[in-house]
């Protein structure tokens, strides 16, 4: 950026903060719709927290559920929701107001356009619950930032981030987040399939796969399909079990182990790691590709799939959610293509190109392939 648009900027930024200029803009019939627009856009930000609040009660409430079975009003909602209709009235209107809810004709309560998408939606549902975690970590966010990352609920909630020996973590650790990360797959699996068709594809190994959902989706999509997935030893225990309910056994074998330390397994000629880079520092995630890199033939295939900073039009749920989240976890960060096009470069792929998606803003996918590794 240039000194012309540094004077521009300091210019705009002097006006903007005189209240003067504010009640100014605020009147003059040209610039009045600018004024209400960004006066809304920084209450939004301002009082975000409750809007996240009044999700979770509907969420906790089931209430978009029940409004599915049909329209229903204030005293039969009350009543089913165990509070005065004053308080029922509240949430109503809060839920109203925010477009999760919609007045039906004689005063009942339908669905709203942004509550209709949420009903049996347990992937968004699961991560509305799962907040309650983070909303308490930033409660002090200074704080957080000056150095107290990685010592509240998320980081006891995700213990490989901060842990000495990951593979040593028992079922009772992984359970709680292997289960969120399944119930959020949906959000994910169709955009990666969609985007990237694996039938052109013998084998492929998940990184980091979880509990193998990912890889059900995959086979269910790619009949010929073998499927390898590698996880700590107690999620790839869990993937083990998911394989044989899902009658997968003669097509999948699932592997335990750290990706920081351990060879992955080899035969497969597609690698994917999806949701896995953005949990770890520049470090591990060069040991990571590393370890991609010797576990796949030379022109072999990577998918990473994860949300990317400085997405267009979703700035915010890279830079600020991710941001903060992974902040609060006390490891990794979210990177833009660019950074991760340098970490892929560093460790040997070539190629690097971004794949279109459906919802960027959810997940986006960088496909790259195997060169040769750089010499150390
Ligand atoms: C955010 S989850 C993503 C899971 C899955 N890929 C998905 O998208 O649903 C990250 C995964 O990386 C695994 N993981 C973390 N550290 C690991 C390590 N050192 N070695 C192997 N897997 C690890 C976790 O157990 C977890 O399953």
Excluded at 96 to 121: F, I, T
Excluded at 140 to 153: N, S
Excluded at 260 to 275: E, H, K, M, N
Excluded at 289 to 315: K, Y
């Amino acid at each position: 950026m240039g000194a012309v648009a540094d004077r521009w900027l300091a210019w705009r930024d002097k006006h903007l903060a005189s209240p003067l200029f504010q009640r100014w803009a605020a009147g003059f019939p040209l610039t009045r719709w600018i004024a209400r627009r960004e006066a809304r856009a920084l209450f939004d930000l301002v009082a975000g927290f409750v809007y996240s609040q009044v999700l979770l009660a509907c969420v906790r409430l089931r209430l978009f559920d029940v409004l599915a079975a049909g329209p229903l009003d204030l005293r039969t909602l009350a009543h089913r929701f165990e509070m005065t209709p004053e308080a029922a009235q509240t949430l109503l209107a809060a839920a109203e107001s925010l477009k999760l809810v919609q007045r039906r004709s004689d005063g009942r309560y339908g669905l709203g356009e942004r509550g209709a998408p949420l009903v049996g939606n347990t992937p968004v549902t699961a991560m509305v619950e799962h907040h309650a975690a983070l909303y308490q970590d930033l409660r002090d966010p200074v704080a957080l930032l000056r150095g107290r990352a990685g010592e509240g609920a998320l980081a006891i909630y995700w213990p490989y981030a901060g842990a000495q020996a990951p593979s040593q973590l028992g079922d009772e650790r992984v359970a709680a987040y292997s289960a969120l990360m399944s119930a959020s797959q949906p959000l994910v699996a169709d955009e990666i399939l969609d985007a990237y068709p694996m039938a052109r594809h013998r084998c492929v190994l998940d990184v980091g796969g979880g509990d193998g959902t990912f890889l059900t989706a995959a086979a269910a999509r790619t009949p010929g399909l073998q499927l390898m997935l590698f996880d700590l030893p107690a999620v790839a225990d869990r993937a083990r079990r998911r394989f044989a309910a899902h009658g997968l056994v003669d097509r999948a074998t699932s592997a335990g182990g750290s990706f920081l330390t351990d060879p992955l397994p080899r035969g497969a000629d597609l690698a994917t790691l999806i949701r896995v880079v953005h949990d770890h520092d520049d470090a591990r995630v060069l040991a990571i590709l590393r370890a991609v890199h010797a576990a796949l033939p030379p022109g072999g295939s990577l998918l990473l799939a994860e949300p990317m900073a400085g997405t267009r039009g979703a700035e915010p749920m890279g830079d600020a959610y991710f941001g903060f989240y992974l902040l609060a976890m006390g490891r990794g960060r979210p990177r833009t293509a660019e950074q991760l096009i340098a970490l892929l470069q560093a460790t040997g792929f070539t190629g690097m190109r971004l794949l279109p998606t459906r919802l960027p803003l959810q997940t986006r996918l960088m496909h790259a392939v195997v060169g040769t590794a750089p010499s150390l």
